[in-house]
C-alpha cells in the first residue's frame, strides 16, 4: 500500500493559503459601478418600490462595497457580492421603516386616547357597554331556562312506579292558571 500524498490546492494547510483578498487598485470602484450599477439600482428599485429610495440605497450600497472591498475574494462572482449587499441593505432598510411605522402609531394611538377621555371614565364606559350587552344575554337565559321548565311539566305523564307509588301528570289548564297568576302568559 503507498503512502498519502498531498494534492496541492486541495485542504493540506500549509500548502494552500487560503482564500485571496482582492487586492483594489484605484479604478476598480469605479469599473463596479459602471459594470454593476443598473442591477444594483434594479434590484434596490424592486425591493424598496420607491425611485428616490433606491437612488440613496444604490450610493449607499457602493459606499459599503467601498468599505468591503478588502473583504473581497478574487475566486466570489462581483455580481453575486455586490447584490448581496444591496439585498440586505434594502431588506433592513424595509425593516426599520416597519419599526418606525409601528412606533408612530402607537404614539398617534395613545394621544388620540389621552385627548379623547379620560383613563377612569374610558373604564366606566366600557364596564356600562359591557353591562348593556349582558342584560340581555342573561334574560334570554332566564326565559330558554322558564320554557325548558315548563315544557317539562307538560310533557310528564302519570306513572306508576315502586311499591304502587303514583306520580300524576300535571293537568295542562292549572299550569296555565298558575302562570298567570304570577304574570306569565303563556305563550300562543
Request: proline share 6%; hydrophobic share 45%.
Amino acid at each position: 500500500m503507498g503512502a498519502l500524498r498531498v494534492i496541492v490546492g486541495g485542504r493540506a494547510g500549509a500548502l494552500d493559503p487560503g482564500p485571496q483578498p482582492f487586492r483594489a487598485d484605484a479604478g476598480l470602484l469605479a469599473e463596479l459601478y459602471e459594470k454593476h450599477g443598473p442591477a444594483v439600482y434594479a434590484r434596490c428599485r424592486y425591493l424598496l418600490r420607491d425611485d428616490e429610495a433606491a437612488k440613496d440605497a444604490l450610493q449607499e450600497v457602493f459606499a459599503r462595497a467601498l468599505r468591503a472591498l478588502n473583504e473581497f475574494r478574487a475566486a466570489a462572482s462581483p455580481t453575486t457580492w455586490i447584490l448581496r449587499i444591496a439585498t440586505h441593505h434594502c431588506l433592513n432598510e424595509l425593516r426599520s421603516r416597519r419599526a418606525a411605522w409601528r412606533e408612530q402609531l402607537a404614539r398617534i394611538s395613545k394621544e388620540r386616547r389621552a385627548e379623547v377621555e379620560p383613563p377612569d371614565r374610558l373604564v366606566n364606559t366600557v364596564k356600562s357597554v359591557v353591562d348593556q350587552a349582558l342584560d340581555p344575554l342573561f334574560e334570554a337565559t332566564v326565559e330558554a331556562t322558564e320554557e325548558a321548565i315548563v315544557n317539562a311539566l307538560l310533557a310528564a305523564k302519570t306513572t306508576v312506579g315502586r311499591d304502587g307509588n303514583t306520580a300524576h301528570a300535571l293537568p295542562a289548564q292549572r299550569l296555565v292558571e298558575v302562570m298567570a297568576q304570577f304574570g306569565r302568559p303563556p305563550a300562543p
